[in-house]
């Protein structure tokens, strides 16, 4: 009487991809990984205790804008996934979040030249994940009051809770973005 109704891994996967195609979206074969043999390889959320953080790289230009690049590795033997924003803060040497101090998600960040919304990436084994953090410190000409100064930024992947913290001099005079995760270029 009950029909039993058994999907594959990649049958799963396919009408996930078939459902995002018909709500508009499209498919990108890097954000939804590699299939093999017909087979897609499952990957479950990245836990925090497999993950690292490091600063890659930062860019300044004129009127105090900044921006910061930041990578998450996957440091397991196995494939994982994030999607979202990270939680960025600015705290002091004591550890306390300043004021304004958590940063703003945000699908454009000045620059960037289209909307980035949040996209599934997966993360095979010993591959990074890449975000950006933006800033303005006033820039030269900037007659205000100093900016304030934090020393160390609290970095919190999407769906962990393992935060990490890095000792970083960022002086920001008005609200800190941050972008969502998105996949790095292949080596």
């Given amino acids: 009487m ?96 300043r004021p304004d101090g958590r940063a703003i998600d945000s699908q454009q960040l000045p620059g960037d030249e289209t909307r980035q919304p949040p996209r599934l990436v997966i993360l095979a084994p010993g591959r990074e994940a890449l975000f950006h953090v933006y800033y303005n410190n006033g820039g030269a000409g900037y007659m205000g009051k100093p900016c304030p100064l934090a020393r160390r930024v609290r970095i919190r992947a999407p769906g962990t809770r393992r935060s990490f913290v890095l000792h970083e001099d960022i002086r920001s005079c008005r609200s800190v973005l941050v972008s969502a995760v998105r996949s790095s270029p292949s080596p």
């Fill in 2 to 97: 009950g029909v039993k109704l058994r999907l594959s891994v990649a049958g799963l996967l396919a009408l996930i991809v078939a459902a995002s195609l018909a709500a508009g979206g499209r498919a990108n074969t890097k954000e939804l990984g590699s299939i093999h043999s017909g087979r897609a390889a499952p990957s479950a959320p990245c836990r925090g205790e497999d993950l690292t953080v490091r600063h890659v790289t930062d860019d300044a230009a004129m009127g105090g804008h900044n921006t910061i690049e930041y990578a998450f590795t996957n440091n397991s033997s196995t494939p994982c996934t994030l999607k979202g924003y990270p939680r960025f803060e600015l705290s002091d040497n004591s550890g306390k979040v």
